[in-house]
């Protein structure tokens, strides 16, 4: 082979391993899947002379303590409580403490090898293995100044409300501020449409040559946005990144990937989106925050979309604009189709619990299924546990018999999730009992709403919003009924009713 054709064959090899953090195991699936018959050593060995990557330990060691090069008298000092306290750290999440055990290991054959528990779902990051660093050769966001007519750009969107329009339009300036913030938030109500709200920036990063993530810490609203992308950008590749997905190494410049998926990006994306950014796992994981900062280029931007936020992002808003802390934001109170948000009524129901589970009639709960039978409309019926579920339906058959054969339940680990979602939208369910994982992230038009339970803890006042945020989706039918039925009327219950209140009022002083 030529020299310009290794030197060829060389940048083929770079382009699939640029921008990605990647354990030694996954860089040997990555030459597998794409590079077959390329050496990993050799190549990372290469790239690692030219200053292309960074060599780690997948665990690396902090402050005092043994080295990692253990020994039977390293072993015997700790054992004995001579040796000074170790402390790691995983490169790859960024966890310490309690998250790094010592483990007798097969790679290394030490019985003191540290690896991390709390990324083991994609794969061991031991103290002995390679984890491999490895930025973008080139940033649309170093090398590209926008050149696009801002209003060029929106009139490619001219379905936008102007509530819609105002806050991309906001997004586009945020993203040309070359020494501005480098985070922004939208605070959008249930169906504000804010996915559409997204295209403008999206498009302008994409036209400039950059690198887009967007990311939601739900499988489930990945598989919602998915096709919405793919339809909006038909000339931009789009890469689809899960925990059950095949594609696992696409060079595609759109990734719509599970925020756990940013683990395994470095530095690669110009703009970052993260779409549901007060929803769990993302909210009170530290590792999900830290994996997509690191996936962002230096310098970058990253927007949160949210419908509830936090209070850590709330405290920010109302910072004074000089404070370094000051978060950016628009707020979008309206939905697209411009009627108000369904307020949730709060109905007490005595003894609830053991009506519920010795099938006595509960009048707010059989009033509400008469009333959804009566417009031949679908609910969903959220509860507070899977096991939950059976009480919940089993309640229904025995004492509104109408709604026989028209059930069914749905939760996280249901092997039929999708299967059943999508016979929602099909109509052939008309109730639908569900855990927590459809409070968000799937849209059904015509839907009413009741929680079961309202007052469980598990309910808080972000939860509340975004369930009451399913009913009155559609411009043909927005004034879905949302009922929280409970045995005690909770602070949260009410600061939903409150917070929902406050945003119709927001957006008919701004009609």
């Not at 819609?164 to 040309?176: K, V």
């Not at 994306?269 to 994981?285: C, K, R, S």
């Amino acid at each position: 082979m030529q020299k310009s054709q290794v030197v060829h064959a060389m940048k083929e090899v770079c382009a699939w391993l640029e921008g990605r953090a990647l354990l030694e195991e996954e860089v040997s699936w990555l030459f597998q899947s794409k590079l077959p018959g390329w050496e990993p050593e050799n190549v990372l060995a290469f790239m690692e002379q030219q200053g292309s990557l960074e060599k780690y330990r997948g665990i690396e060691q902090l402050g005092e303590g043994e080295e990692t090069i253990f020994s039977f008298f390293s072993s015997l000092r700790r054992w004995i409580g001579l040796a000074p306290p170790v402390r790691y750290r995983c490169r790859r999440c960024g966890a310490t403490g309690t998250d790094i055990v010592l483990v007798s290991c097969a790679r290394c054959g030490q019985d003191d090898c540290p690896y991390c528990r709390r990324c083991i779902g994609m794969g061991r990051s031991l103290g002995c293995t390679p984890y491999y660093t490895i930025p973008s050769f080139s940033s649309a966001s170093k090398t590209v100044r926008p050149v696009l007519d801002a209003r060029h750009i929106l009139d490619q969107y001219p379905t936008l409300t102007t509530a819609q329009r105002a806050a991309a339009e906001a997004m586009l300036h945020f993203r040309r501020e070359e020494e501005g913030a480098d985070e922004f938030l939208v605070w959008a109500v249930c169906g504000a449409g804010k996915t559409e709200v997204m295209f403008p920036i999206v498009y302008e990063a994409l036209a400039c040559g950059g690198h887009v993530l967007w990311a939601t810490p739900r499988r489930d609203v990945v598989l919602e946005l998915a096709p919405r992308l793919a339809q909006a950008f038909p000339d931009s590749p789009l890469s689809v990144l899960y925990g059950a997905s095949s594609e696992k190494w696409s060079r595609a410049p759109l990734v719509l990937a599970t925020t756990h998926q940013a683990l395994r990006f470095y530095q690669r994306f110009d703009l970052v989106i993260i779409d549901e950014v007060d929803a769990f796992p993302y909210h009170g994981d530290p590792v999900l925050p830290f994996a997509v900062r690191r996936a962002r280029q230096l310098p970058g931007k990253t927007v949160y979309l949210t419908a509830t936020p936090r209070d850590e992002h709330r405290k920010r808003l109302v910072k004074p604009h000089s404070d370094t802390d000051f978060l950016p934001h628009v707020k979008i109170p309206i939905r697209y189709h411009g009627h108000p948000l369904p307020v949730p009524g709060n109905c007490r129901a005595s003894q609830l619990n053991d009506r519920l589970r010795q099938k006595r009639p509960i009048p707010e709960l059989l009033s509400f299924l008469k009333q959804v039978a009566e417009r031949e409309g679908q609910a969903f019926l959220f509860v507070a546990s899977i096991a939950r579920l059976p009480v919940l339906h089993h309640y229904i058959e025995q004492l509104a018999p109408e709604w026989r054969g028209k059930v069914e339940t749905v939760h996280a680990a249901d092997p039929d999730r999708e299967i059943k979602v999508k016979a929602m939208r099909e109509g052939s369910i008309r109730l639908l009992l569900t855990t927590t994982i459809m409070e968000r992230g799937v849209t059904i038009g015509g839907v009413d709403v009741l929680v079961v339970q309202a007052d469980a803890s598990l309910f808080d006042e972000a939860a509340l919003v975004q369930i009451a945020g399913r009913a009155g989706r559609s411009a043909a039918c927005p004034d879905g009924m949302v009922l929280f039925l409970a045995e005690e009327i909770t602070p949260d219950m009410k600061a939903a009713v409150r917070h929902i209140q406050e945003m119709n009022q927001l957006a008919g002083s701004e009609m």
